[in-house]
């Protein structure tokens, strides 16, 4: 469906959603300007100016409904463009069109739950915790869990930290 | 339908916020029904928010269609849909409704209700209208679903499909 909005049912896949060490800037002052009339110039005739800024948000919120209900794997990405929904540049919109180009080669992908129990026959539950270090424009740092039971995902997230970490290990503990 | 945009908030209306069952409860009860081998179910209250009576002394026009013509209007002694307090009213409604019939609440998620007999457990959890239902065997899941039936107007949508845009899949 997102896809199919964007034109993008055939898109090429790609292995990744978001290039890990990609530079995500908000827009700045008279840039800004300019990287509106490049972005409305370089995309598809039908995107005009206002545009643009219009469907960014809403392509950003599909996505963030997808990376809720049933893929992590897209959540870090999608978060991280979150931030830029007010004002999103080129740069904004092609990490937004890379997340496309990873969910078009991975459609069928979703959670599965399994019926046999580990053998010691008690649930098991996993969690897993990691963070960033101060890879945002403003030296704030990205924290991310996800929760397993029986190695089915039930609980996920990714989240930018409120404050600036001073060392990785802090950012580890926020 | 009524024109809730008329309403006037303190006197029409005062709260309009009503929860909805998290996501994570969902995920964790379908694994858990799994590894439990529990039967899961789903169904869907009709016209849910006509259930509820209203707190609040509201007055509207005859609708169109059934306007005797006297001039007189009518007193809502029940909800419709578009009242600003629909949602909410039907929520609590439902809430005592189950309460009434021994289920409680989770602590964690007030969406969520369970209740335990001699033959097993049972889970109801709620998203507005829309049910799903656990149930430690078949027998169970049988008496729940008349019991819900016989309390509200409602359609068995049998095996989950879809909940809240997800699709599931057992196989």
Redesign the interface.
């Known amino acids: 469906m997102i896809l199919q909005k964007q034109s993008m049912e055939n898109a090429n896949s790609v292995g990744m959603p978001m290039d890990p060490a990609i530079k995500l800037n908000p827009s700045e002052g008279e840039s800004e300007a300019n990287h509106r009339e490049n972005c409305s110039k370089s995309l598809a005739s039908d995107y005009s100016q206002e545009n643009f800024s219009k469907s960014f948000p809403s392509l950003i919120g599909s996505l963030m ?1 997808l990376a ?3 893929r992590p794997d897209i959540a870090y990405a999608v978060y991280r463009l979150g931030s830029f929904m007010s004002n999103p540049n080129m740069s904004h919109w092609t990490a937004a069109k890379c997340i496309l180009h990873y969910l078009s080669g991975t459609k069928d992908y ?2 599965t ?5 580990p053998e010691s026959g008690e ?1 098991h539950f996993k969690g897993y915790s990691d963070a960033s270090y101060a890879n945002n424009e403003d030296l704030t740092s990205v924290s991310g869990y996800v929760f397993l ?2 190695g ?4 996920w997230g990714s989240k930018k930290q409120t404050d600036v970490a001073l060392s990785s290990t802090e950012s580890k503990d926020m | 339908m009524a024109k809730g945009y008329t309403q006037m908030p303190g006197m029409d209306y005062t709260d309009t916020f009503a929860p909805v069952v998290r996501l994570e409860t969902i995920c964790t009860l379908l694994a858990l029904a799994l590894t439990e081998n529990w039967e899961i179910q789903q169904m869907d209250v009709k016209g849910a928010y006509l259930n509820s009576k209203i707190k609040e002394e509201l007055y509207m026009k005859q609708p169109e269609g059934y306007n005797d013509g006297s001039g007189r209007v009518c007193r809502l002694i029940k909800s419709l849909y578009r009242l600003k307090q629909a949602g909410r009213e039907w929520n609590l409604e439902f809430n005592q409704q189950l309460e009434s019939h021994g289920w409680t609440p989770s602590m964690v998620d007030p969406c969520t209700y369970s209740r335990h007999k001699t033959e097993g457990i049972e889970i109801i959890t709620v998203w507005v209208n829309d049910l799903l239902l656990f149930a430690s065997n078949p027998v169970l899941m049988k008496n729940l679903k008349h019991e819900l039936q016989s309390t509200f107007e409602i359609t068995d949508l049998g095996e989950p499909s879809k909940i809240v845009g997800i699709e599931i899949d057992r196989d």
């Open positions: 409904y809720v209900a049933t979703g959670i739950y399994r019926a046999d129990k649930n039971m029986n089915g995902a039930i609980s």
